[in-house]
């Protein structure tokens, strides 16, 4: 994720405009890309390159973000020791890194020379490589790779990148870094195979305890995602923007027509920003996974309780011929929200659907709440709610069908006659 400051934006008033790159942009970012494989393989820091990125693009955020962005196709490494050099220390010397050669190296130098002066530094080198079989250049190499002149800046891949695909990771990582300084944001999503992406979104705001609420609309379904405001830490570094991101990003790029509104907090201000998906201007989205597999999101989550009670209830189930399939439904409510309940239990075409409440947040619970008494009055009364008992007081007098658990303790026998009774009605 790139750092706030760098995130490239204009601001208008009470409206945040993030300076997303297009296909017009291409030739500035092959020059771009040009202009960096000239360094590939040679001496040159962090800092050097920044200061000629900026020079080059002659904007200091917008050269900040491409930085951020090359890192991901590119790195700074520092020379150091081969794999047949630390084979060779630790079957003699029983050292497996650089560290630990250095160590050795200032624990050799205080006990011969005690302070080393500058004119003495070549000779306690030679002398110290001597000692230990290596050569003076290795041990060089080794003792001063934290110095400037010994980074190496290098590719990561064979070929290099693409200025489509450097302009579809920058859209990402800003897009991404909007989202991590959000306290809310309102996703619309149109299309064709909705149900698997509100099922989508539903499982990453579970496993990322934020707010997530559903509203069917025209030709889509509309999400408001939030996190509460008294649990922020500092308005700019809010842990739940980061949950909101990890939410909406990796779903997002999985579709074409969407839009996007959210508010976030810069600077201490709170602003508007509205992206689009589905227009022709709308911003190439890559991200940074397809790079590197092992950083892509993982699809799915369960509760503990949510996963055992699957298991438990498809077993004893099973008896009565019933099947418990997981967030299988989509329910529209009267006023058109959506409910996706965490199982659903179906015998001879009948369904009964279970909902775990066991998240004891304030506002996921009053939402909750609500959710369950709308969707009985909407006419789903083949609803049953599996509850932590420790908000019994929030929900002991609603007009649903219930059972709380305790801890470890779920009471499958009451909870599979209310299920019975249901389905035999």
Request: aromatic share 12%; glycine share 4%.
């Amino acid at each position: 994720m790139i750092p706030l400051s760098a995130l490239p934006v204009i601001i208008r008033g009470k409206t945040l405009i993030p300076r997303f790159l297009y296909p017009k942009h291409v030739s500035l970012v092959a020059s771009l890309i040009d202009f960096v494989e000239e360094f590939v393989d040679k001496n040159i820091t962090e800092t050097q390159l920044k200061r000629l990125i900026e020079g080059l693009v002659g904007d200091y955020r917008l050269s900040r973000a491409l930085f951020y962005t090359l890192k991901y196709f590119y790195e700074f490494r520092t020379t150091g020791l081969s794999d047949s050099e630390i084979k060779y220390l630790s079957s003699r010397l029983n050292i497996s890194d650089e560290w630990g050669l250095k160590k050795l190296f200032y624990k050799w130098v205080h006990e011969k020379y005690g302070f080393l002066e500058p004119e003495n530094r070549l000779v306690a080198l030679r002398e110290f490589a001597t000692e230990i079989g290596m050569s003076l250049d290795t041990i060089r190499r080794v003792i001063e790779n934290e110095l400037p002149e010994k980074t190496i800046f290098i590719r990561k891949m064979a070929d290099k990148p693409r200025p489509l695909a450097l302009i579809g990771m920058y859209n990402f990582l800003v897009l991404e870094k909007l989202l991590s300084i959000s306290d809310k944001a309102v996703l619309y999503v149109f299309g064709e195979d909705l149900g698997t992406t509100v099922k989508k979104l539903i499982l990453r705001a579970k496993w990322h305890d934020v707010l997530a609420d559903f509203k069917h609309i025209n030709k889509g379904v509309e999400v408001t995602i939030t996190g509460p405001h008294q649990l922020f830490k500092l308005p700019a570094v809010s842990e739940y923007g980061k949950h909101i991101a990890a939410t909406i990003a990796p779903v997002i790029v999985t579709r074409e027509a969407w839009r996007l509104r959210i508010w976030v907090i810069y600077r201490k201000r709170r602003y508007y920003c509205e992206i689009s998906g589905y227009l022709r201007d709308s911003p190439i989205l890559k991200p940074y996974w397809v790079l590197n597999p092992t950083e892509k999101p993982k699809e799915t989550y369960d509760s503990s309780v949510e996963k055992r009670l699957h298991s438990i209830l498809s077993q004893v189930l099973k008896r009565n011929n019933a099947r418990v399939i997981r967030e299988s439904d989509v329910l529209i409510l009267s006023s058109g929200r959506i409910i996706i309940p965490d199982l659903t239990i179906i015998r001879n075409g009948k369904k009964v659907f279970l909902e775990i409440v066991g998240y004891w947040r304030k506002e996921y619970v009053e939402k909750k709440r609500e959710k369950l008494i709308e969707a009985m009055r909407s006419g789903f009364r083949n609803f049953v709610a599996v509850i932590d008992h420790k908000l019994r007081g929030n929900f002991e007098d609603t007009p649903i069908n219930k059972v709380f658990y305790s801890g470890d303790y779920i009471p499958v026998g009451k909870l599979c006659r209310i299920i019975d009774d249901l389905l035999s009605s």
